[in-house]
Nanobody
Framework: QLQLVESGGGLVQAGGSLRLSCAPS????????MGWFRQAPGKQREWVAL???????NYADSVKDRFTISRDNAKKTVYLQMNSLEPEDTAVYYC???????????????WGQGTQVTVSS
């Protein structure tokens, strides 16, 4: 079954950097908007960043100027470069994408399984 696979999480000290990646687990026909969400313990999942198929980006205010979302359309991969990390950024990070698995299927939203990011003070 098709899924999105994230990587790149880990433990980092405050002020450090991490780069997350996310790509489909199998070959797909097309991919549209791609984004990142996060969920901290005891909190609801929140949107972090979005990149359109044309490369337009949007960010949550809490990460603007620290995080950068990008994509490689040939690899159908989305990245999240996280700089100046703060303990408040500690969360499980999930990628989300609008995918058309085959030329016969319609667009559907997919989620990754999540990758843990822990920022120590």
């Amino acid at each position: 079954q098709l899924q999105l696979v994230e990587s790149g999480g880990g433990l980092v000290q405050a002020g450090g950097s991490l780069r997350l990646s996310c790509a489909p687990s199998a070959s797909i026909f097309s991919i549209n908007d791609m984004g990142w969400f996060r969920q901290a313990p005891g909190k609801q999942r929140e949107w972090v960043a979005l990149i359109s198929s044309a490369g337009r980006t949007n960010y949550a205010d809490s990460v603007k100027d620290r995080f950068t979302i990008s994509r490689d359309n040939a690899k159908k991969t989305v990245y999240l470069q996280m700089n100046s990390l703060e303990p408040e950024d500690t969360a499980v990070y999930y990628c989300n994408a609008e995918v058309r698995a085959t030329w016969r299927t319609t667009w559907s939203g997919y989620w990754g399984q999540g990758t843990q990011v822990t920022v120590s003070s």
